[in-house]
């Protein structure tokens, strides 16, 4: 029934300004906005609604992940546009923040509103 919908995803900032710059700027994403609303436009035609929350609590879990190519290079990049990337207990992660070991390299990080987003080697 929904097979042919052109789904998309979405979750709360409790900041759109900042989000917006965040997200455009910092990270370089296409985003428009609409009706207080951002949608970020992403590589291969993925779209994500960002809606503002007045309570907004950040998720507890990764809620985008990019892959990537170079993950040294890409955290390097984010780290020079003052990106922090989070360290997490038992994930042994390097100088950098990148875990490896389980599945691909990965690192964390946050935008804005305290969400957790990745970068990961594909």
Do not use: C
Request: net charge negative; charged share 20%; glycine share 16%.
């Amino acid at each position: 029934m929904l097979g042919e919908s052109e789904a998309f995803s979405g979750f709360s900032v409790n900041d759109v300004p900042a989000a917006k710059k965040f997200y455009g700027g910092t990270l370089g994403l296409g985003v428009t906005d609409d009706n207080g609303m951002l949608t970020l436009h992403l590589g291969g035609g993925g779209q994500v609604l960002v809606y503002p929350k007045e309570n907004h609590t950040p998720a507890g879990f990764t809620i985008l992940n990019f892959p990537v190519d170079d993950i040294e290079a890409t955290v390097d990049a984010l780290s020079a546009r003052g990106v922090t990337f989070e360290r997490y207990e038992g994930f042994g992660q390097d100088e950098r923040g990148i875990a490896r070991g389980e599945g691909p390299a990965i690192a964390w990080f946050t935008d804005p509103a305290g969400n957790v987003l990745s970068v990961l080697q594909v």
